[in-house]
C-alpha cells in the first residue's frame, strides 16, 4: 500500500499495517514478591496472580494416544496438590485429556499443554499447529450428530467448563477452558 493510501484509510504512513494479536486469557504470572517483604511477613495482593510459581505446569508435545493415561495421572495428581474438590479435579481430567485426544487427531500430536492454579479457577489451554477450526465461534456449542465423526471433544469440553475459548487459524488452535475451582477438602 503506498504512503498517500495509508494517511488516506487511517495508518499512518511509514507504520506497519494493523494485526490483529491473539488473545491470551490466563492472568499474566505473579511478580516476583522482594526478598524483604517476604522475610518482613507483608501482605502479598491476592490479584489475579497465581498463588504459587509452581501452581503452572506446561507440558510440551507431541502427544501420541500413551500419553493419555500420563496426562490423566499427573492431572488427577495436581487436583490433589491444588486442593481441587473432587468433583472440579475429576472435570479438569476429562476436559484437559479431551483436548490433548483433539491435537494427536488433528495435528499429529504437535502441541502445547498448559494448566494454571489462580485464586478460585483453573485454566487449561492447549495449543496445536494443525489445520484449524473451520468456525470456531460455533464449535462445540451443540452435541454432533449420529453421523458426524468428530466434534464430541469440544462438546465434552464445553459442557464442563466454565467457560470456554477457541482462538483458530491456517496456523493452529489455542484452546482455553476456565473451571470454576474453590479450594477445599478433598
Known amino acids: 500500500m503506498n504512503p498517500a493510501a495509508r494517511t ?3 495508518t499512518p504512513a511509514g507504520t506497519a499495517p494493523y494485526r490483529r494479536t491473539r488473545r491470551n486469557l490466563l492472568p499474566p504470572p505473579a511478580p516476583p514478591v522482594p526478598e524483604h517483604e517476604e522475610a518482613a511477613g507483608h501482605d502479598v495482593p491476592t490479584g489475579p496472580t497465581p498463588m504459587t510459581p509452581h501452581d503452572q505446569v506446561l507440558v510440551e508435545g507431541p502427544f501420541t494416544r500413551v500419553d493419555l493415561r500420563r496426562i490423566r495421572g499427573r492431572i488427577h495428581e495436581l487436583g490433589e496438590s491444588w486442593r481441587l474438590p473432587e468433583p ?18 488433528h495435528a499429529e500430536g504437535q502441541g502445547r499443554l498448559r494448566l494454571s492454579r489462580y485464586p478460585g479457577w483453573v485454566f487449561c489451554q492447549v495449543s496445536d499447529v494443525g489445520p484449524g477450526v473451520s468456525r470456531p465461534y460455533t464449535a462445540g456449542w451443540q452435541p454432533p450428530s449420529g453421523t458426524q465423526t468428530s466434534g464430541r471433544g469440544l462438546w465434552i469440553a464445553r459442557c464442563f467448563s466454565d467457560r470456554l475459548t477457541i482462538d483458530s487459524s491456517a496456523l493452529g488452535t489455542t484452546v482455553t477452558a ?9
Do not use: C
Not at 92 to 102: D, G, H, P, R
Not at 178 to 186: C, E, F, I, N, T
Open 8 to 10: 488516506r484509510y487511517g
Open 88 to 105: 472440579i479435579g475429576w472435570a479438569l481430567e476429562l476436559v484437559t485429556t479431551e483436548l490433548v485426544v483433539n491435537v494427536v487427531m
Open 178 to 186: 476456565k473451571l470454576w475451582a474453590p479450594s477445599g477438602p478433598r
